[in-house]
């Protein structure tokens, strides 16, 4: 039990970090990869918070999770976005303290990137980007961080069309300084069943020996 509530209050502690690292972001209009940054751009057009927009464009990706990724990880990180999505539009609705461009480039990326972590490293996700980089390090072993930073560069890439090429650099810089710590301290929260991981052991002896 006890175990259980340190997870949920790092969790809670991560969504905090991150959305505390996006309020920075929009502070300077900047952006940042993936589904957050996808509903950033959508702000641009359209009246919906960015909560709800983030919500919206995630719900393609818990088919996947719930597929390949198990159903309490999916249940866990769709609780996460929800919690994500009202943390983040509640920070809109309180004072926030203005700091210079380059110091907010910094600190959203480190926010994001410890605060990403934290979620990830206890059980779940933000969706999106992260729930295909988590099924790629999984099946594959691909770092999670490389997958996360290159999936953010193709939408930093499309933001730039509409908020400036300087903006979509600075956002660049974010995202790798996110990343950077991300694939760091990763640890999967993916648990293999013990059952199947004595199955797997067992069926790889078979086959050596034959």
Not at 48 to 59: A, E, M, P, R, T
Request: aromatic fraction near 16%; glycine fraction near 10%.
């Amino acid at each position: 039990m006890a175990g259980w509530m340190k997870m949920v209050f790092l969790v809670l502690v991560g969504l905090f970090l991150t959305s505390l690292g996006l309020k920075f972001l929009a502070v300077h209009d900047l952006t940042f990869g993936g589904t957050a940054g996808l509903a950033t751009i959508l702000t641009f057009v359209s009246t919906w918070s960015w909560g709800v927009l983030f919500f919206l464009v995630n719900l393609p990706f818990f088919w996947m999770s719930f597929k390949k990724l198990g159903k309490w990880f999916t249940i866990s990180s769709f609780m996460s976005i929800i919690g994500i999505s009202f943390v983040r539009d509640g920070l809109d609705f309180i004072p926030f303290f203005s700091v210079p461009l380059w110091l907010a480039t910094i600190l959203a990326g480190l926010c994001i990137g410890f605060g990403v972590t934290l979620v990830l490293n206890n059980g779940s996700s933000l969706g999106g980007i992260h729930i295909l980089a988590l099924y790629l390090d999984q099946k594959w072993k691909i770092n999670r961080g490389m997958s996360i930073f290159v999936c953010d560069l193709l939408i930093i890439v499309f933001a730039g069309l509409l908020v400036g090429w300087a903006n979509a650099l600075l956002s660049v810089f974010v995202i790798l300084i996110a990343s950077t710590i991300i694939g760091r301290y990763k640890k999967s929260p993916i648990k293999v069943p013990e059952k199947q991981y004595q199955f797997e052991e067992v069926h790889s002896h078979s086959a050596n020996e034959s």
